[in-house]
């Protein structure tokens, strides 16, 4: 079974990432066959500095390899190191109804906050459908935020099956719900346009103010809380041992749960979580030839699976003469 994702280069990666994604894939790195890959590509329909993005494309790939990812055990590599991608995009769009794209929350609530769209913001779903056919992915591990674009990359997948016959494998999502959405500082979804992240490798002094910064209700200490709905806990509950998970849900629900202590005891669980990772993203940020070479490997392994399904894709619609 082939599992695929990618994360956008576009900005520090935080703790909802971690848990949503990252997590997820780097345990599926030893049971199949795992490609993991860095979307610069999407990242351009919101980053407008070219510096910025490539210095966050190796930034994000030292945060993967930091913290776990063996790329000898998996194909890991930047999306534009695949050229054929963008050549499949254009030949799925031509084939993908504006219905399906207007329909797509994360464009229309993209909207509704103000940004005026771009077409690259429009069509994002069908480069992603581009990125998880190239591959012919069985299974693509996702946040609960990109169900719906799983769901328009097997639309597309079947209309084109259809049209010129079999050719795409379907893929399927798959979303954990124990961790389909990280809360952020703030109560909402924990995401980079919503400044309430708490990043995965911050220096312990602003790992503090963040997490002490999380925001909690006045319930006074002695007074039963609901652990379901306290952000706090919802974060808490993925670092902390889990017997003392269970000793502090048993607070919340019969009342003692005091929130600055708990919040304590996250900076320390959060710090020490990451402590292994931290010295290994310091040791690579001092070699980034090293980080750049297993792009490259990975960038020629998966083009070799992509020019496969680019080959048959260019015969079956007839550009190939
Ligand atoms: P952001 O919202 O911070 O920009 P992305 O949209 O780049 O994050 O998401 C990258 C990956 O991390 C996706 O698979 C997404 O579903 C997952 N993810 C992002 N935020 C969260 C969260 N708060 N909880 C769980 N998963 C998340
Ligand atoms: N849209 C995804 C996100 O923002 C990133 C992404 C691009 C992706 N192409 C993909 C995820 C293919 C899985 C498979 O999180």
Known sequence: MRVLSGIQPSGTLHIGNYLGMMKPMISYMNRESLFVFIVNLHALTSVINGKRLSEDTLDVASDFLALGLDPDRCVFWVQ???PEVVELCWILTCITPMGLLERCHSYKDKIARGISPNHGLFAYPVLMAADILLYQSDLVPVG???KQHIEVARDVAMKFNNIYGETFVIPEGEINEEVATIPGTDGQKMSKSYDNTIEIFLDQKTLKKKVMGIKTDSTPVDKPKDPNTCNLFQIYRHFAPIDRVAEVQRLYIE???????IKKELVGFLWDFFGESRQEKN???RDPGYVREVLATGAHKARTVAMETIDTVRQRVGIRY
């Open 144 to 146: 609960k935020d990109q």
């Open 80 to 82: 534009s190191d695949v």
């Open 283 to 285: 040791r690579l940020a």
């Open 255 to 261: 009342g003692g749960a005091a929130y600055g202590t």
